[in-house]
């Protein structure tokens, strides 16, 4: 799962050669070997370096702040999507549909490397969610629309329809 | 453009609406048609219409690139019901200003207003076209197209800006046996004199 993610993240960095990947324990934890250094472990470790190798730091965000709350979501994504269990998954949900009420990227008004990997992790949940409840997290539907729809972003993940005309408005007309 | 009036809760509304499930105005990234909508806003939206804002904001912290943004694809928004009130100077400039620099031809321009009316038998329209030169041959061209149930009336040269002129010819047309779709169509088939086509006003009698 982490390495298709990893040759898509490629794919969208336009980077020519795609690495070797191995996985390492349980978790299936991807590895970079590298021919310089050590091995690199883990998602976000190897999702950073790829981005550097590219050239597109500016995928990790521009001001400190912004590369402050890059790494923050990049976090979120391994502790609380990858390890969380079902139960779990509504908490999440709610808590990135108030956190996207007022902004369009996860940065805030620049799309970086957090909303790709939040983008990867998002989409199992996002496609078993019922349409009712894609109408209750409003935000985050938005959000994965916008992003799904990026070019060069969508991979090895099938699309998710999302309504465009909403069904429980929750007002009458 | 299909907001209503930007300028009352209403139009914010129906935008904050419209917003709710859309990053952009027009596609997945930012356009013309945002900076259309941006400017017709005379300040940010109330907080209760957290979408609205969250576009807002997220629009001015462009600020300089907003000159870059693609030009806008389509003239009208679905499913949102037409008035012409957001029609202000900036826009018209902005789409005059992006005709002249891709094609240095006469433009003419009909602007469609779909109205109810549609079930009118007659109905009187009134099109607006803008054309730099050769206005005359244009005329020509536009007077030459016939078709039952359609009759050509007066034209006159109006001044936009720029040094361009649009062509306003007027035409009394059937609604049963002439749609404003053919007539459209019939006129930009012309495509050395024309690029494009917008009805101005469209009234029944």
């Given at each position: 799962m982490a390495i298709r993610e990893l040759s898509s993240l490629e794919k969208y960095l336009g980077l020519k050669k795609p690495n070797k990947y191995t996985t390492q324990g349980d978790r299936k934890v991807p590895v970079l070997q590298n021919n310089n250094g050590p091995p690199l472990v883990g998602l976000v470790t190897v999702a950073c370096h790829l981005v550097k190798e590219s050239k597109r730091a500016e995928l990790l965000g521009s001001s400190a702040e912004s590369r402050a709350v890059v790494q923050q979501w990049l976090e979120y994504r391994v502790?609380?999507?990858?390890?969380?269990?079902k139960e779990d998954v509504r908490t999440i949900l709610k808590e990135l549909n108030t956190y996207l009420e007022d902004k369009v990227y996860l940065a805030g008004n620049q799309f970086t490397l957090a909303d790709i990997i939040l983008y990867y992790g998002t989409h199992s949940l996002i496609v078993d969610l019922s349409v009712q409840e894609r109408e209750q997290f409003l935000n985050v539907t938005r959000w994965f629309d916008h992003i799904q729809h990026m070019p060069g972003v969508r991979h090895h993940l099938p699309p998710v329809a999302v309504l465009r005309n909403r069904i429980y408005t929750g007002r009458h007309h | 453009m299909g907001f209503g009036d930007l300028r009352s809760s209403s139009g914010l509304k129906v935008l904050n609406e419209f917003l709710t499930e859309r990053?952009?105005?027009?596609?997945f990234v930012p356009s013309q048609a945002d900076v259309a909508v941006f400017d017709a806003l005379s300040a940010a939206p109330p907080a209760d219409l957290c979408h609205a804002l969250r576009w807002y904001n997220h629009i001015k912290s462009y600020s300089s690139q907003k000159s870059s943004f693609s030009p806008r694809l389509y003239h009208k928004f679905p499913n949102m019901q037409f008035s012409?009130?957001?029609?202000?100077p900036n826009i018209r400039e902005l789409r005059i200003l992006f005709m002249l620099f891709q094609e240095d031809e006469e433009a003419t321009r009909i602007k469609e207003e779909r109205l109810a009316a549609y079930a009118a038998k007659k109905s009187k329209t009134a099109v607006i076209a803008k054309s730099s030169i050769l206005l005359d041959k244009m005329e020509e061209c536009v007077r030459s197209?016939?078709?039952?149930g359609l009759v050509w009336g007066q034209s006159k040269l109006v001044p936009v800006g720029y040094g361009i002129k649009k062509l306003q010819i007027n035409c009394v047309v059937e609604d049963d046996k002439v749609g404003t779709d053919i007539l459209e169509e019939q006129i930009t088939a012309f495509e050395d004199l024309v690029q494009s086509v917008d009805v101005a006003a469209f009234n029944k009698i």
């Open positions: 502790t609380k999507l990858d390890g969380g269990s | 990053s952009y105005v027009e596609g012409s009130s957001i029609t202000s197209i016939v078709m039952d």
